[in-house]
């Protein structure tokens, strides 16, 4: 059987302000005509569904809009609830959405729930595990859990294992063996993070939490990744649909799709004259999103607003060659009482934008100061 597998669709996500739901929408529309090609049995869908735990009515619709398109596919549904989702609201109606083959698990009761899928002579069983913290287990078993791996660990000893069956697990946790972005909420240290090794009793365990594709220890312990880049430390990640097949001797093949939206987040750099020069604007699409990067040596003037007049969806500007933690306070009176007022000037210049001043400057500086007391 052939499964797309997706996570932290975020829905409803805003970038410094910029709605993203339109390109949310496009990537699923990406999502359905891959499912449409490979002609796919389900869709897993691992957590953090929504952005926040109460989503703007566009986010709902989209998602409502999207299971809606699956199941005139006569597509299953799988999905679990992540930390950003609100457990009770993802999972309103979800006993009535077993109808039409969409099965939603949001709230872990002290079992891992399962579902079977059976094709010709090929079974598979899906077990769902929401996002789960160890409080909830503490509570659930009244015993003493003393972190993540433990928590973790005593659901999935529940979990009901098919042995002449494929068993795939949904998970939305933070397994050791992956390396988050910036995009995501963190724990102090590696305090939420769990050991891959309780994975390995599934086939496959599809899991959500981490923004970038990867694997967390083997292979078959993988996350798919955002649709959309949600940081400046995704850039050059490339984001991809993941399609999983399982084979009859319970083997599985995935298959990463390469995902290619009409806009993209992209970081230029340069001098702020470069980046408004015609022949650079014209290299660009302006339809991206930009993290800009100025080399100038000292702040432009109302810079975001002059370069927001060309690239109208920019997410951050930053400063590559001004060093930020050279501070005034760090500059010595006394010491320089011996220096000409030339030599404190450029080492105050160095210090506060860490480079040397240059002929140029030097000159424009000493020009200023004979002014000065040619006007005394």
Request: hydrophobic fraction near 40%.
């Amino acid at each position: 059987m052939k499964f797309i597998h997706l996570a932290d669709l975020h829905l409803g996500k805003k970038l410094f302000g910029y709605d993203l739901i339109e390109e949310q929408k496009e990537a699923l529309e990406a999502v359905l005509q891959i499912a449409d090609q490979q002609q796919v049995d389900g869709v897993l869908i691992c957590g953090d569904v929504y952005d926040t735990a109460i989503p703007p009515v566009n986010a709902i619709d989209l998602l409502d809009w999207f299971l809606n398109e699956l199941n005139h596919r006569s597509i299953d549904v799988f999905m679990i609830s992540g930390n950003h989702d609100s457990a009770g609201r993802l999972g309103f109606g979800n006993e009535l959405m077993k109808a039409s083959s969409i099965h939603i698990q949001t709230e872990w009761k002290g079992e891992i729930e399962y579902v079977d899928l059976n094709k010709s002579d090929e079974s598979v069983r899906i077990h769902f595990l929401p996002f789960l913290r160890p409080a909830q287990v503490r509570l659930q078993y009244e015993c003493e859990v003393e972190n993540w791996s433990d928590a973790i660990r005593l659901a999935l000893d529940q979990a009901n294992l098919k042995a002449d069956a494929t068993n795939i697990l949904l998970s939305h946790q933070f397994y050791k063996g992956a390396s988050a972005s910036d995009s995501e909420i963190a724990y102090v240290g590696t305090l939420d993070e769990v050991d891959s090794a309780v994975l390995e009793k599934f086939d496959y365990a599809a899991l959500g939490h981490l923004h970038r594709p990867q694997k967390a220890g083997r292979e078959n312990n993988w996350y798919p990744g955002t649709l959309l880049k949600f940081s400046a430390s995704e850039i050059t990640t490339e984001k991809s649909i993941t399609m999983i097949e399982t084979k009859m001797d319970h083997s599985i093949e995935k298959t990463l799709f390469p995902l290619q939206l009409s806009c993209d987040f992209v970081k230029i750099e340069g001098t702020f004259e470069q980046l408004v020069s015609r022949e650079f604007r014209q290299k660009q699409n302006l339809d991206h999103y930009f993290y800009i990067v100025l080399d100038d040596q000292q702040e432009i003037y109302d810079a975001f607003e002059k370069l927001h007049a060309i690239y109208p969806k920019i997410l951050s500007i930053s400063y590559a060659k001004i060093r930020r933690e050279n501070e005034i306070s760090d500059y010595k009176p006394l010491e320089a009482s011996h220096k000409t007022p030339q030599m404190i000037i450029e080492e105050f210049f160095a210090l506060q934008n860490g480079v040397q001043m240059d002929e140029h400057q030097a000159k424009l500086i000493q020009s200023c100061w004979e002014a000065l007391h040619e006007a005394d």
